[in-house]
């Protein structure tokens, strides 16, 4: 057996080995950059979204004050509309009255 084959054989199998190894780290380390990079964009992610659940929590806040007041408007308008009509009414018996009368 020739000894000087069989350690080049082993050096060199060695060699590829932390090579290898050498590679590893070198993905390793790329991998915890892009992963470091994915968490900084979720990160930023989740800011814009909890400012767009702010800015939509205000504008349903606004929307929701303004139909109170439209409903109160709309109440306010048929209550109005309700005493002119009896007004109204009121009035027509008035004239009809009037107009009766001055046939007799």
């Given at each position: 057996m020739d000894h000087e084959k069989t350690i080049e054989?082993?050096?060199?199998?060695?060699?590829?080995?932390?090579?290898?190894?050498?590679?590893?780290r070198a993905g390793?380390?790329?991998?915890r950059e892009q992963q470091a990079e994915i968490n900084r964009q979720q990160a930023e992610i989740n800011l814009q979204q909890a400012q767009i659940n702010v800015?939509?929590?205000?504008?349903?806040?606004?929307l929701t004050e303004n139909m109170d007041k439209l409903t109160q408007r709309m109440d306010?308008?048929?209550?109005?509309?309700?005493?002119?009509?009896?007004?109204?009414?009121?009035?027509?018996v008035v004239v009809d009255g009037l107009v009766r009368r001055s046939q007799q």
């Open positions: 054989f082993l050096l060199d199998q060695q060699a590829k080995m932390f090579a290898g190894i050498e590679e590893l390793i380390g790329e991998f800015s939509l929590g205000r504008a349903m806040l606004g306010a308008l048929a209550a109005a509309q309700t005493e002119s009509a009896e007004r109204l009414n009121a009035l027509i």
